[in-house]
């Protein structure tokens, strides 16, 4: 694996393997490797011929009290595993190339970029695009794959490249999770033993809203209240949000109806605050 610094390098280096008539794949990522991150990775590797995994802690996407300066970082183990894990090359950015002195522009995605995350968190998703546009400008990449963990994340990353006619094929891979049903995220180092142990009802309550639509519930009040309930016995500190939206365009629904509903949830346990999500088919209803 091949390890680039720099900006310049990296163009050049996928102008090259343009030329050569080489697919490009790109796994952007914060570093801190989990193995949601490595199934990224593996998907890259099936999809295309060369992987390009990115490892930045992207300033711009954090809000001035969160956590930038204690975000998890292991550079090191990170480049054994994206290497393990199939990368080819690996770029590592500076945070002085990505955003010099003087950097002004800024790419946002009206309206999605401004609910649930958006609105409680509301200069992230300008961050996430800016810094996933430029990344693209730079790794050049036929086929970029991101996690359904951040779903919005991934609705807005299509959203973009929609609007902005990018030739980027996106690919939205599956959750990985923990033998007990907790996504994985890097965020998790944040719980403690018994946070962690707690963090699991977030799972648990999207598989009871999947079970009740299964056996019929189309109620989103019943539907968020037996989630909250389960998410309230697990001690959760808070919930920001149980929202039932639409798969592809994240807008939220007023009903429950075939063909899929995609419920999302951020919740804080202790001061750790996850995310997670399912997309859960709908049956039609039988008609007499
Ligand atoms: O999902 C992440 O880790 C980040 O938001 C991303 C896409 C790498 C942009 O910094």
Request: no cysteine; proline share 5%.
């Amino acid at each position: 694996m091949e390890i680039v610094r720099s900006i310049a390098d990296m163009q050049t280096r996928a102008e090259g393997l343009r030329r050569e008539g080489k697919s490009i794949g790109i796994v952007p990522t914060m570093g801190f490797l989990h193995d949601g991150h490595l199934s990224l990775i593996a998907r890259a590797r099936k999809e295309t011929n060369v992987v390009v995994t990115t490892l930045f802690v992207n300033p711009a996407q954090f809000g001035l009290n969160e956590d930038l300066e204690q975000y998890p970082r292991d550079p090191v183990r990170d480049e054994k595993l994206a290497a393990e894990a199939g990368t080819d090359i690996l770029f590592m950015p500076e945070t002085r190339d990505m955003y010099p002195e003087g950097y002004r522009t800024y790419v946002v995605t009206e309206e999605l970029a401004g609910i649930l995350e958006g609105k409680i968190r509301p200069t992230h998703f300008r961050g996430v695009t800016t810094v996933v546009m430029k990344l693209f400008q730079i790794v050049k990449p036929h086929t970029a794959v991101f996690g359904q963990k951040d779903a919005q994340q991934a609705a807005i990353i299509r959203q973009m490249i929609r609007d902005l006619n990018l030739d980027v094929r996106l690919i939205v891979a599956p959750i990985v999770r923990e033998a007990d049903g907790l996504a994985m995220s890097s965020r998790n180092i944040y719980l403690n033993p018994d946070e962690r142990k707690s963090a699991v009802a977030l799972w648990k309550s999207l598989r009871f809203a999947k079970d009740a639509i299964g056996r019929g519930e189309r109620s989103i009040v019943v539907l968020r209240s037996g989630m909250e309930v389960m998410l309230q016995e697990a001690r959760a500190s808070s919930i920001d949000y149980i929202a039932f939206v639409h798969p592809n365009t994240f807008r939220e629904i007023d009903e429950i109806g075939p063909p899929e509903v995609l419920i999302a949830l951020a919740v804080r346990f202790g001061r750790t605050r996850l995310l997670d999500n399912a997309i859960v088919s709908v049956p039609a209803e039988a008609t007499s």
